[in-house]
Structures are given as structure tokens and as C-alpha cells.
T-cell receptor, first 112, second 113 residues
Framework: GENVEQHPSTLSVQEGDSAVIKCTYS??????FPWYKQELGKRPQLIID?????GEKKDQRIAVTLNKTAKHFSLHITETQPEDSAVYFC???????????FGTGTRLKVLA | DVKVTQSSRYLVKRTGEKVFLECVQD?????MFWYRQDPGLGLRLIYF???????EKGDIPEGYSVSREKKERFSLILESASTNQTSMYLC????????????FGPGTRLTVT
């Protein structure tokens, strides 16, 4: 069945360093890839998304890249800050359908 | 601002009890979802609804049912709770057009003893 693999499961970085989280999807029809951030005790919230017609999207310190051929997409956070500490989930979806397939999550810790 | 609320933040129930988890959204969204979140497993879709009285099974529907009698309210029902249903349950909603973002509720931590 459809699957999204996410790595690493945990990631610790020093404040100011960059963090990269990678996801691989199985369904080649997927064309929408959101990233959600879930802070401790809070609800997941969308932080950035990308559609398959672009290869990269940036929003201030965060960026997402997509390699359709390899079925990989990645989240990049630069100049990490303590408030970036959270669990991050990637997902894959097909526009026009209702379903997301979520990755298993990455717990990011930014060490001050 | 989209608001998705869930009836309880924490719930403790006994094995065999019938459990109702309720979700309400105030943005007239047609699509609503129930997920369960477990460590190391991410978010797994239990059921979703794309309109009033319409529902479809997600990836892990066994042991659950749903009800959507009004557009703003989507209920998850555990007919006979079991200990393996101890989990965090998240509701989400999404409009059928425009953004594909799903808006999540705060979650219900259910413990079945």
C-alpha cells in the first residue's frame, strides 16, 4: 500500500545550525507534500507545503525540496532556534483526493 | 481563524465501555477526519467524511465507527473500548477547495484501563 518513510526519527542540533528531515513516498501519483509541526502538547500545524510542479519552496528559515524522480522530499531549517524544537511530520497526498499519508515523525531538539 | 475543538482533552474509560469522541469545526468545512497518533507510528487515518452522512474508512477503521449528522460535527465511536485503543486521537477538517491544509483539533488523550 501507499507509504511515506521519514528519517531520522530524532535529531539534535546546536542552536544556529541547520536541520534536514527527509521523506520518501511510494505512490508516484502523489503531487502535494505538506509539512506539519507539532509542539509539545499542541496540535499539528502546517508550516510549509509544496506541489509537484515545483522543485523547491522557501519561507524565511524553512525550505522544502522535492525530487519527483527519486520520490524524495526534504525539509530544511536554517539558523535553528530553541522554538524550532518540536515533532515534524511530512505527508503525501494526491490533489483532489481527501487522504494524506503521514510519515512517522521526527523529534527535533535544538540545543541552546 | 479556523477553530477545531474536541470534546475532551483527557478521557479515561474501562474496557468494554462505549466511548464517544466529538469534534466540532466552525468554518463550514465539508471534509473532516479522525486520526490516531502513536509514538513511532505517526498519524494514521481512522475515518474521514466528505459531507453530512457520508463517510469512508481510512487505514485503521477496525473497532471504530463514526457519525456525521451535521456539517460542523464529526463523532468517533469506540463500540467496545479495548486497551489497545489507548492513544491520542486527533480530529481535523479541511475545505473542499482552495487550500489543501488540514486544520487539527487539540487532541483527546484516551486511556482504556
Amino acid at each position: 500500500g501507499e507509504n511515506v518513510e521519514q528519517h531520522p526519527s530524532t535529531l539534535s542540533v546546536q542552536e544556529g545550525d541547520s536541520a534536514v528531515i527527509k521523506c520518501t513516498y511510494s505512490d508516484s501519483a502523489s503531487n502535494y507534500f505538506p509539512w506539519y509541526k507539532q509542539e509539545l502538547g499542541k496540535r499539528p500545524q502546517l508550516i510549509i507545503d509544496i506541489r509537484s510542479n515545483v522543485g523547491e519552496k522557501k519561507d524565511q528559515r524553512i525550505a522544502v525540496t522535492l525530487n519527483k524522480t527519486a520520490k524524495h522530499f526534504s525539509l530544511h531549517i536554517t539558523e535553528t532556534q530553541p522554538e524550532d524544537s518540536a515533532v515534524y511530520f511530512c505527508a503525501a497526498s494526491i490533489i483532489g483526493t481527501y487522504k494524506y499519508i503521514f510519515g512517522t515523525g521526527t523529534r527535533l531538539k535544538v540545543l541552546a | 481563524d479556523v477553530k477545531v475543538t474536541q470534546s475532551s482533552r483527557y478521557l479515561v474509560k474501562r474496557t468494554g465501555e462505549k466511548v464517544f469522541l466529538e469534534c466540532v469545526q466552525d468554518m463550514d468545512h465539508e471534509n473532516m477526519f479522525w486520526y490516531r497518533q502513536d509514538p513511532g507510528l505517526g498519524l494514521r487515518l481512522i475515518y474521514f467524511s466528505y459531507d453530512v452522512k457520508m463517510k469512508e474508512k481510512g487505514d485503521i477503521p477496525e473497532g471504530y465507527s463514526v457519525s456525521r449528522e451535521k456539517k460542523e460535527r464529526f463523532s468517533l465511536i469506540l463500540e467496545s473500548a479495548s486497551t489497545n485503543q489507548t492513544s491520542m486521537y486527533l480530529c481535523a477538517s479541511r475545505p473542499p477547495w482552495g487550500t489543501y491544509e488540514q486544520y487539527f483539533g487539540p487532541g483527546t488523550r484516551l486511556t482504556v484501563t
